[in-house]
């Protein structure tokens, strides 16, 4: 019933930035927590970072935390994840999910549906 899409994805240097954004359409999103999954060639999809309805509260995995930053419109329907300091380590095909049950933590009983197809980040050394 929702529908979401990624963007913002590129080629960047290591130590730049990009802005990753999903938008949904079809029904808000508004009262569910959101996540941002990553996926490298070769390895399992990772959790990279949530947030929960309001955007009150959010998580980090630790590779990342200091340099990403999650955020939410709920007005735009639209969830946000800006990425400083960029490493090489960071390249993956991005995603993101509802969270349908949680606030944006992956645990036993996440519920992720409504998965996007993905926007894909390289980072250059």
């Known amino acids: 019933q929702v529908q979401l899409v990624e963007s913002g994805g590129g080629l960047v240097q290591a130590g730049g930035s990009l802005r990753l954004s999903c938008a949904a359409s079809g029904r808000t999103v508004s009262n569910y927590a959101m996540v941002w999954f990553r996926q490298a060639p070769g390895k399992e999809r990772e959790f990279v970072s949530g947030i929960s309805w309001s955007g009150g509260s959010t998580y980090y995995t630790n590779s990342v935390k200091g340099r990403f930053t999650i955020s939410r419109d709920n007005a735009k329907n639209t969830v946000y994840l800006q990425m400083n300091s960029l490493k090489p380590e960071d390249t993956a095909v991005y995603y993101c999910?509802?969270?349908?049950?949680?606030?944006?933590?992956?645990?036993?009983?996440?519920?992720?549906?409504?998965w996007g197809q993905g926007t894909q980040v390289t980072v250059s050394s």
């Open positions: 999910a509802v969270d349908r049950k949680g606030s944006g933590w992956p645990t036993m009983e996440s519920d992720f549906g409504s």
